[in-house]
């Protein structure tokens, strides 16, 4: 599955219209289309407001499932946690250093 068609399928999930998630991201609903049939692509910035109104890391908008491995998966999985609540990103870094220096 390409960009296209994941962002297609992730508004759909999200149970958004074209026209409510152009609205969020601030694009004319007309370039979305143009987006989500693999005519353009977005800019880096438009990219990462598609992420954030999807409310997912932009590497998972990127990349389908195939295309990672599990070490980049549980990296993505920490980048959510993290974004969700510092605290426990702050101690997830800590614990790393413990075993760092245990070993």
């Known amino acids: 599955m390409d960009f296209s068609q994941r962002l297609h399928s992730f508004r759909k999930k999200q149970g958004f219209t074209q ?3 152009a609205d969020m991201i601030g694009i004319h ?3 979305l289309k143009r987006y989500e049939s693999g005519f353009s692509q977005p800019t ?3 990219f990462k407001r598609i992420a954030l109104a999807l409310n997912m890391s932009s590497d998972a908008l990127l990349f389908g ?4 491995n599990l070490d980049e998966q549980l ?3 920490f980048e959510v946690v993290c974004s969700r609540s510092l605290d426990f990103c702050k101690w997830a870094m800590f614990r790393q250093q413990i075993r760092k220096h245990d070993t």
Request: hydrophobic share 45%.
């Open 65 to 68: 499932v195939s295309e990672r």
């Open 19 to 21: 026209q409510q998630m």
């Open 75 to 77: 990296k993505l999985l």
């Open 29 to 31: 609903v007309s370039q």
């Open 44 to 46: 880096i910035d438009v």
